[in-house]
């Protein structure tokens, strides 16, 4: 992955605050600066960042706040870089790092490229060993204790599409090989939708842990983690069998009951998410059909 290092972009202070550990913790920002723009040169993305660095050092002393800045244009630089301590969520630097899009995404949506280097960049530091976490912990607002907006509602509402990019390297080589832009948007959005509504049926812990591996590879149902800080794992359909058992009920048929004894919302999540599953699997099935 192509990082600009911090020499490249002309940093002029010190590297925040002296070594941190491996991360645990991974969050998203965004800087409420001035942005160059998307089709910004390498130069003028470089001024932006220095700009930040010196918005930095004034308030902390530590230059760069972040770990990475993202521009407009999709260019990521090197901030305080992944093994140095910053200064950028209160309470948590030590075991965490953070990303910051370069820019106010308060009511604007971040870029495309900005999407996809976020999702890039949360790929190669889990594979590379700077962070734990496969995936953004989330915004910086959701860190304990913050009382911020921020990465603005724009870039907040994306991050379940940027953690599934993020993710969709888990998919056989051959089906992501296959994936054109417009079949890489559609699986984000709809993995995303998929993990949304997990999270409402399972709750806020669950996440996706092995997405779909392709019709050949054991089919199109996901399979998730929950609870005890996400050790537990159970495929989707697995899940829904487990509903199936404790209401004695079928949440696996489209016609499932609806009456009093059964939650409405329990119904209506089950039945959405396996809706947004199937899609998916089709889209995989189509994507299988193209490598054979």
């Not at 996400?230 to 499932?256: I, K, M, N, P, Q």
Request: hydrophobic share 35%; glycine share 12%.
């Amino acid at each position: 992955m192509d990082i600009v290092p911090r020499k490249r972009w002309g940093a002029r202070f010190s590297a925040g605050f002296g070594p941190a550990p491996r991360a645990t913790e991974l969050w998203l920002h965004h800087s409420v600066t001035r942005s160059a723009g998307p089709d910004a040169t390498a130069a003028q993305d470089a001024a932006t960042v220095r700009d930040l660095e010196k918005i930095g050092q004034d308030r902390f002393g530590g230059g760069v706040s972040y770990t990475f800045v993202v521009c407009e244009s999709g260019r990521v630089h090197e901030g305080t870089g992944p093994g140095r301590k910053g200064a950028h969520t209160g309470g948590r630097n030590s075991v965490a790092r953070a990303i910051c899009l370069l820019g106010d995404y308060s009511t604007r949506r971040p870029t495309d490229a900005q999407i996809v280097a976020v999702a890039e960049l949360v790929r190669h530091g889990h594979a590379v060993g700077w962070w734990t976490v496969d995936r953004l912990t989330g915004g910086h607002r959701n860190a304990p204790g913050a009382a911020t907006s921020c990465p603005g509602n724009a870039a907040y509402a994306l991050i379940p599409v940027i953690n599934s990019k993020a993710t969709t390297a888990h998919l056989a080589d051959d089906l992501e090989d296959e994936m054109n832009a417009e079949d890489r948007d559609r699986f984000a959005r709809l993995e995303a939708g998929v993990t949304i509504i997990l999270q409402q049926l399972v709750g806020p812990g669950a996440t996706i842990a092995e997405p779909w591996p392709g019709p050949e590879r054991g089919g199109g149902w996901p399979t998730f983690r929950y609870g005890d800080e996400g050790r537990t794992r159970l495929t989707l359909v697995d899940y829904l069998r487990e509903l199936d058992r404790e209401h004695r009920s079928s949440f696996l048929v489209a016609d499932a009951p609806t009456d009093d004894r059964y939650p409405t919302t329990l119904v209506g999540h089950t039945l959405a998410v396996r809706a947004l599953a199937l899609q998916l699997e089709q889209l995989i099935v189509n994507l299988g059909g193209r490598t054979r």
